[in-house]
């Protein structure tokens, strides 16, 4: 059976003590994974390649900071919970959702929740504003949290949203 995604980002995370910002870069190397930053087409976000003894995750550069650690996140996702995925996986900036099987839609799902719970774990930020939750539309509020877990201000201010954890 397959795991959570959301737990499996949790064990990874309570098993190394984390505090924010995560080392993405560190953790994936730690799972004997080689990353490669190269700049291709903006279509192609990244790259997952099995490999033995070494996988290899190849992030385009064209992206910013941000974007690219995500998608390094989304990626070693895939490699934690879907090793029977092939020999590789292309993350596209263009998903055919029409012409995608469930099958796929799922692990695409799986990956962006196992990332968005590594980078941006519930428990700290539900911790962080267990008093007062931020309004969520102040970029004076929003901008330096989403600084400290290295993300865009628009995916930390949708994590908070959908934790329920803003300010009418």
């Not at 499996?8 to 190394?16: E, I, Q």
């Not at 080689?34 to 790259?47: A, K, P, Q, S």
């Not at 650690?69 to 092939?86: E, M, N, Q, T, Y």
């Amino acid at each position: 059976m397959q795991p959570n995604p959301r737990d499996a980002a949790r064990h990874l995370l309570h098993s190394m003590q984390y505090r924010p910002p995560l080392n993405i870069k560190s953790l994936v190397r730690d799972h004997n994974i080689e990353i490669i930053n190269t700049t291709v087409e903006r279509t192609v976000r990244g790259m997952l390649a099995f490999g033995d003894p070494r996988a290899m995750i190849m992030i385009n550069s064209w992206y910013d900071k941000s974007q690219q650690r995500f998608s390094l996140a989304h990626l070693f996702g895939h490699f934690i919970l879907h090793k029977d995925i092939g020999p590789f996986l292309v993350d596209s900036a263009t998903h055919d959702e029409k012409n995608s099987s469930q099958t796929r839609r799922r692990q695409e799902q799986d990956a962006n929740e196992f990332a968005t719970e590594l980078l941006m774990p519930e428990e700290i930020l539900r911790e962080r504003f267990a008093k007062r939750p931020p309004y969520v539309y102040s970029s004076n509020v929003v901008q330096p949290l989403s600084v400290q877990f290295g993300v865009s201000e628009l995916v930390f201010a949708l994590r908070l949203s959908q934790l329920g954890l803003t300010n009418p």
